[in-house]
């Protein structure tokens, strides 16, 4: 069924019950109500859920509760006993199997409707060029290098939203959505590339992940048993006699037994209490102890930023939301600033220039020469992992140099690109300076 341009919204929401919001035409979906684009978003929203933990879990099922069909999970680890009091889609039948793989079939066992494919492999493992296929990432990752990792891959795939039929907010995908827990708080990260901060922006603002406190805290005036415990392990460990052992196993009873009687008698001498041997543990597992709850709500979270993404409306300027559970509930979306010398981010992260089909590629390579940001110096360019000119080593240089005389339209053809494409993301690197810049080619 075709939609034309003379039917009202509740005409068209008709329409979309009868055939379906993917039938509906370009022209009727940028003038529909907001009901008909979440309809479209629900079938055709390509989401990635990496990590099947606590968030990941809770994401998936609120994700399919509100309605998303198309997920995609993607995990290393197998299921463990300790994990099912939390990881609410996992049974003690699934001890031992792969998180992904049980996730999406209970996912699948739930929602009939629902299509779902579970990898078994951690987030690295995977191409760059698989996350190209996402219009929205949710992230459960649990270290703050994961995250890093995850942010960066987002914008070497990064593309900008140029179809009206986009039936989210953001004017480049995907989005990541990032879900973290500590403790009794949790927080949910929307980062639309290029408009709100990514990752690297707020760095500043995680907590230290190796869990150490500062130094000063520690060895002048302890005020909490684990800064007593942390003195033990920072300070007392390395200084004695026996050298024999360097590092602290945390598994290992007599090294749990001399932390624990070291961080007793410190202790003991500011008068603090609370040094317990499974606080020691704890301390040197660096684990913060989780909850269902947090989990749960943190990942209903993650969708519900989803739907805000199709919803659009005034979050779309918070895109920090942090619930805390330790005194009574409590959520709050926040305003963060993008940092100006992001390196993924910032500004000349990413450049956009308009350039004809028809210029050659030495041509091209001549105008980042000159561009008042690239100020590229024998730039070595690459487009969807092929390589258009390579300046150095000798050898990629003399096998991509043909290209030099080729026009544009002639280089972006491939066998999975058949027609020219109306806009490129091209990968230039300065050989001179080893920076690596985004550059978003508009063809005209
Ligand atoms: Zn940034």
Same mark, same amino acid.
């Given at each position: 069924m075709h939609a034309s341009s003379a039917h009202s919204a509740p005409e068209l929401l008709a329409h979309a019950d009868d055939a379906g919001p993917a039938a509906l035409a370009p022209e009727a979906l940028t003038r529909c109500t907001t009901d008909v684009r979440m309809k479209h978003a629900k079938s055709n929203l390509q989401i990635l859920v990496v990590g099947a933990g606590a968030i990941g879990c809770e994401a998936l099922r609120a994700l399919a509760l509100c309605g998303f069909r198309n997920l995609v999970v993607l995990d290393r680890d197998t299921v463990a006993e300790s994990n099912l009091n939390r990881q609410t889609l996992y049974s003690s039948a699934d001890v031992g199997a792969s998180k992904a793989l049980r996730a999406a079939q209970a996912i699948k066992e739930r929602f009939p409707g629902c299509t779902i494919r579970g990898y078994w492999a951690s987030a690295e493992q995977m191409p760059v060029a698989f996350y190209r296929a996402f219009d929205v990432i949710v992230s459960g990752v649990d270290t703050v290098e994961a995250r890093r990792w995850l #942010? +960066?891959?987002?914008?070497?795939?990064?593309?900008?939203?140029? $179809?009206? #039929?986009?039936?989210v907010q953001s004017k480049y995908l995907p989005v990541l959505i990032d879900g973290g827990l500590e403790g009794l708080a949790g927080q949910v990260r929307t980062i639309r590339p290029y408009e709100t901060p990514c990752i690297e922006c707020i760095l500043d603002l995680f907590p230290d992940e190796a869990g150490r406190q500062p130094?000063?805290?520690?060895?002048?005036?302890?005020?909490?048993?684990?800064?007593?415990?942390?003195?033990? %392990? /920072?300070?007392?460990?390395?200084?004695?006699?026996? %050298? /024999?052992?360097? $590092?602290?196993?945390? *598994? #290992?009873?007599?090294?749990?037994?001399?932390?624990? +009687?070291?961080? %007793? *008698?410190? /202790?003991? /001498?500011?008068?603090? *209490?609370?040094?317990?041997?499974?606080?020691? =543990?704890?301390? !040197?597992?660096?684990s913060v102890?989780?909850?269902?709850?947090t989990s749960a709500v943190t990942g209903a979270a993650c969708a519900l930023a989803v739907t805000r993404l199709v919803w659009g409306g005034s979050h779309a300027q918070c895109p920090w939301t942090s619930f805390h559970g330790s005194d009574g509930l409590y959520i709050d979306s926040i305003f963060i600033e993008r940092r100006l010398s992001c390196p993924v981010c910032g500004p000349g992260?990413?450049?956009?220039? $308009?350039?004809?089909?028809?210029? !050659?590629? =030495?041509?091209?390579i001549e105008l980042l020469e000159r561009h008042p940001v690239l100020h590229c110096r024998s730039p070595t360019i690459v487009w969807d992992y092929r390589p258009v000119y390579m300046s150095v080593p000798q050898s990629l240089k003399a096998a991509t140099s043909p290209n030099l005389e080729r026009p544009l339209s002639d280089i972006?053809?491939?066998?999975?690109?058949?027609?020219?494409?109306? %806009?490129?993301?091209?990968?230039? +690197?300065?050989t001179d300076t080893?920076?690596? =810049?985004?550059?978003? !080619?508009? !063809? +005209?």
């Open positions: #942010n +960066t891959v987002v914008f070497h795939v990064v593309r900008p939203v140029t $179809s009206p #039929n986009c039936a130094l000063c805290t520690i060895a002048g005036t302890p005020l909490r048993p684990e800064h007593c415990i942390h003195y033990a %392990q /920072a300070v007392l460990w390395p200084a004695r006699d026996d %050298q /024999a052992v360097r $590092s602290i196993d945390p *598994e #290992n009873p007599e090294h749990l037994e001399w932390i624990y +009687t070291r961080a %007793q *008698e410190r /202790a003991a /001498a500011f008068g603090i *209490e609370g040094v317990t041997t499974a606080l020691v =543990k704890a301390v !040197l597992h660096r102890p989780a909850l269902a709850t992260s990413a450049v956009a220039i $308009s350039v004809s089909k028809n210029m !050659l590629v =030495k041509e091209l972006f053809i491939s066998d999975s690109h058949p027609k020219v494409p109306d %806009q490129v993301v091209l990968s230039v +690197t300065d080893r920076t690596c =810049k985004t550059l978003h !080619l508009f !063809l +005209t």
